[in-house]
Structures are given as C-alpha cells and as structure tokens.
C-alpha cells in the first residue's frame, strides 16, 4: 500500500513538473511596471497610512447628506422669504372674482406659488371663497388644512394666522 | 493524499514573511514592500495567467489588473486565508472578468490553443527552452486546456503549485469532494492525453533523461 501510495505521488510530481515547465514556457517575464500599478490604483487616495485609518474614513455618501441638508434649508426659507410678500389680501381679488394689483403681479412672477396659494382656498370651501364662520365644525379640517399649507409656503417666518383668515368674518 | 513538496514551495509558502510584508504594506505605507510580496508570488501568478489567458497581451493586462486589485485591496486582507489562496482568487475572477468583458466563453481559449504553435511569448529566451522542450510544452499544455475549466486550473494549481484541496475549494468555491473527484478525473485524462502524444513518459522526470 505504501509502495503505490509513493508510486502515485511520484507520478503526481512529474506531471505537475511537466505541468509546470510548459506554463513557465508562455508565462510573461520582465519586471511589472510598478509606478503605472500604483496610479491605476489611485495610491494617494486609496492608500491608507493604516488600516485603522482607513476603516475610519467616512464614505463620501455619507458627507453628502448633511451638505445636501444645508442646501434644502437654505432653499426653502430664501424662498419662503420671497413667497410672503406675495400672499393675497382681500384687494386681490374684485367683485366679479377676477385678481387684479399686487396679486396679478404676484401670480405672473412666480405661477407656482399662486398655484399653491390658490390650492389652499379652493381646499377650505371649493372654490375661491373663504369659509365662513358659520360654516360648523366640518370646515375647521379644512381651515387647518389651508393654514398649514399656506404656512409651509411661507415659510417659519410668517405669521401663525395669514391675514385672508383674519378677515374670514365676511366674504370678499 | 499527503501534500506533494514541490520545488520552491516551501519558500513561495513562506506565509509569516507574506503577513509581515502586508502588515508593512498597510500598516506603514511601505510601497516597497508591495513590491517584494509581488515579486515574490510573480512567477507563480503568472504561470496561473497564462494558462487562464492564452494570448499572451490578455495575460500580461490581467496581470496587470491583478496587481492594481491586490494594491487596493490588502487592507482588507485579514489573513483568514493563505496569500496564495487569496491571490490565486484575485487571478481567477481578474481573469474571468477580462474574458467576460470581451465577451468570450472558455471555448474560445480553447479554440486559440490550436493557434499556440504559431505564437513564441519569449523569443528572447528561446535558447533555455531547445525544440524538443518547446515542442513538449506546446503539447503539454493543449492537453491541458482540452480538460476544460475548472478542471485545468484545479489540476495545475494542485500538481504544479501545490495548493492543497482545502485551498483549492476556497478559491473555485467548490466543496472538497468534488475537487477530489474532479481532480482524479482530471488527472486520468491528462494522462491519456500526454500518452497519446507520445509527450509524456509519466515514470520518468525530465531531468532522469
């Protein structure tokens, strides 16, 4: 049994020898080109001075995020800011319900935002009205609803209560 | 089946000083170090190489893109397994992916070996290799290439670098039976193979002429 086991490994050593020789006869030889291996792997970025180092550097997803974040704040209360100004008031709007002066202005400067302003009444009585103040307590939903749309378009800087709702005693 | 020790084995399988270069790598940022463990594992990367990659110029760029892999990715290397086995699994997928990328299957490295006659990668050093080695290694690896992949690379990692058979399941992600039974398989038609040929005298080495 030892006899064939040795038997076997020897013809095991010269095939691999012969296995061997024949990939050394096609393998490459010279030196590899280390200076070009090092800049196709981006050495100065991706070599860490240690591997504790490396572990600890934040990926650049997450540095994204709170710039990304800053950039959201700043957006919407400079807008905000801008979008007060152009809220309605009651002379907005004339007797046969068309708009007219600063709100016309205000609506052909920034579409959007009358689109939104607009969206909100029509939220509270389905058209362009305000609820009244006999409306009961199913409208109160719907005024909440048009108070924190209206305060979101404006911004943490508006007032807690828009001046259409002030004046929502009568209709105008 | 005990390990067979093959010539410079012991030395390539040196793995304390490969953990001691890749800590200096790492650790230290020891560029030169980097250079030393390639050096060190070169010859056995690229035999591997040449047999996954015929065309020479395909060998030479998966080499290449081994190493940029290995540069890269030593800091994750946490010794769990042998350097060589992480490093021939490192060739494996490199050279997978370049033939992915060119959208060739493995039947196309066999079709180029029959063109292998024809093509001479060292014409510099042909005065080490006179005709009759040369004309053996030709055939010698065509017999080779004919097994088909994994069983190729299994053979010529376990006979001729001497991986073991856990090694070897870790890098093809094989379980050991079937490496076993693949590499038996393998074996018994290389060997018919070189017979055929006429190439191969399997109870004589070379060097016993």
């Known amino acids: ?172 | 089946m005990p390990e067979a020790r093959l010539p410079g084995k012991a030395e390539e399988e040196d793995s304390g000083m490969d953990l001691e270069l890749v800590r200096r790598f790492v650790e230290e940022g020891d560029r030169q170090a980097f250079e030393a463990l390639a050096r060190r594992h070169l010859p056995s990367m690229r035999r591997f190489l040449a047999l996954s990659l015929p065309d020479p110029a395909e060998a030479g760029e998966a080499e290449q893109e081994v190493l940029v892999r290995m540069f890269r990715s030593l800091p994750a290397y946490r010794g769990e397994s042998g350097f060589r086995t992480w490093l021939f699994r490192l060739c494996s997928t490199a050279a997978a992916d370049l033939v992915r990328s060119r959208a060739r299957d493995r039947n196309r490295l066999r079709r180029y070996a029959n063109t292998l006659p024809d093509l001479d990668p060292r014409p510099e050093d042909e005065p080490s290799f006179d005709l009759e080695r040369r004309e053996r290694a030709r055939e010698t690896r065509k017999a080779l290439e004919s097994l088909g992949e994994p069983d190729a690379s299994l053979l010529f990692l376990r006979d001729a670098e001497g991986l073991s058979v856990e090694e070897l399941s870790s890098v093809f992600g094989l379980r050991e039976g079937t490496v076993k039974s693949r590499l038996s398989r393998a074996r018994s038609r290389l060997r018919g193979l070189l017979d055929e040929e006429g190439v191969c005298n399997p109870g004589r080495m070379p060097w016993e002429k």
């Open chain 1, 1 to 172: 049994m030892g006899k064939m086991k040795r038997g076997y490994d020897r013809r095991d050593e010269v095939l691999g020898a012969r296995l061997r020789e024949s990939l050394e006869y096609f393998s490459k030889h010279g030196e590899p080109d280390f200076a070009s291996i090092e800049l196709a792997a981006g050495s100065l970025g991706a070599m860490p001075a240690s591997g504790r180092t490396a572990r600890r550097r934040p990926s650049r997803a997450l540095l994204l995020i709170p710039a990304a974040a800053a950039v959201v704040l700043a957006v919407g209360l400079g807008w905000g800011r801008l979008a007060g100004p152009r809220m309605a008031t009651k002379d907005d709007q004339g007797v046969d319900g068309t708009f007219s002066g600063a709100y016309l202005e205000a609506s052909q400067a920034d579409p959007l935002g009358t689109e939104v302003s607009l969206l909100a009444r029509e939220s509270v009585g389905g058209d362009l009205s305000l609820p009244s103040a006999d409306s009961g307590a199913s409208d109160t939903f719907h005024e909440e609803l048009a108070v924190f749309v209206t305060g979101l378009w404006k911004g943490p800087l508006a007032p807690a209560s828009p001046s259409w709702r002030e004046s929502s005693e009568g209709v105008f």
